[in-house]
């Protein structure tokens, strides 16, 4: 087993179960991604934000399926597929010979998409875990998306990502991914889905204090059409908004939803998701300070 690979598997801790295996072999092809986008110049035009970057760059305590990125200026005209190669290239560095499909890609699509996939029973192998129970056929999928008309707001910074070996990415700041974040737990509309797993970020960003840029998450309120007040956005209008979301979540389906991204000793701490849990700790929400009227 190559020597990176094995430090990664570390970071893990205890795998007991198939699914921490196939978590870990997902997170390791994201990174070897990240990296191959890095060394392709992607972040030169894009930040990496969402659930995985609070996963990889924050150590959010669940896995995660996407990579998510915005661009820094609007570019309808933005691919992914020149990218492919160099992602290609460090999976294959580390043994793994994943396909990388262009899913949608034209200036009329706001998402520009792809997937990166790899046959389970063949990563377990590079990573030297058991096929025993994988079926024939099963695949690990990454989907790539980038946001192609970010609205403007938000703030930029770089972070390391120690393994396979030590590289920055350009991310959003902090309070730029909460800002991001609320929007899409505001914005998502599923019809028979409650997303879960934005409603445990939601926990994780407010437990650590996390303020909110409100600027950004106002641009992003009144670009999806969630948010048409003539004045600014306050914090007090953003906790209304959410307030008023919470009200409407089925947390059964909620913690559905994000189970199967947890530890199972994890599972416990969801019994106590409810809309007065939420709409408490909405009301503890600050605005990040360079905000002001």
């Known amino acids: 087993m190559n020597d990176a690979i094995r430090a990664m598997l570390k970071s893990y801790g205890p795998m007991k179960h198939q699914?921490?295996?196939?978590?870990?072999?997902?997170?390791?092809?994201?990174?070897?991604?990240?990296?191959?986008?890095?060394?392709?110049?992607?972040?030169?035009?894009?930040?990496?934000?969402?659930?995985?970057?609070?996963?990889?760059?924050?150590?959010?305590?669940?896995?995660?399926?996407?990579?998510?990125f915005c661009l820094h200026s609007p570019d309808p005209h933005f691919q992914l597929s020149p990218y492919f190669d160099s992602i290609s290239t460090e999976l294959a560095r580390f043994s793994l010979d994943a396909s990388i499909e262009e899913k949608r890609s034209g200036p009329e699509f706001p998402i520009e998409s792809a997937f990166v996939k790899h046959d389970t029973a063949k990563g377990l192998l590079v990573i030297g875990k058991s096929t025993t129970k994988t079926p024939k056929g099963q695949l690990v999928k990454i989907r790539l998306e980038v946001d192609k008309s970010n609205p403007a707001g938000a703030k930029l910074s770089q972070k390391l990502i120690s393994l396979p070996t030590p590289f920055m990415v350009r991310t959003l700041t902090e309070d730029s991914l909460f800002a991001g974040k609320i929007h899409a737990l505001i914005a998502r509309n599923f019809l028979n889905r409650v997303k879960g797993r934005d409603y445990y970020d939601f926990l994780f960003y407010a437990a650590r204090g996390t303020k909110v840029n409100l600027k950004y998450l106002e641009s992003k309120l009144r670009d999806s059409n969630h948010f048409d007040g003539l004045e600014r956005l306050s914090i007090d209008g953003a906790i209304s908004i959410l307030k008023a979301k919470f009200s409407t979540v089925d947390f059964e389906k909620a913690k559905s939803d994000v189970r199967p991204f947890l530890k199972p000793e994890t599972y416990g701490d969801l019994e106590e998701w409810s809309v007065e849990l939420f709409s408490a700790l909405a009301e503890t929400l600050q605005a990040e300070k360079s905000y002001e009227s």
């Open 19 to 68: 699914l921490d295996d196939i978590h870990a072999l997902r997170e390791i092809v994201q990174k070897l991604t990240l990296l191959g986008l890095h060394r392709g110049g992607f972040f030169e035009k894009a930040s990496f934000y969402g659930g995985t970057a609070l996963r990889i760059l924050y150590n959010l305590d669940r896995f995660s399926e996407d990579l998510d």
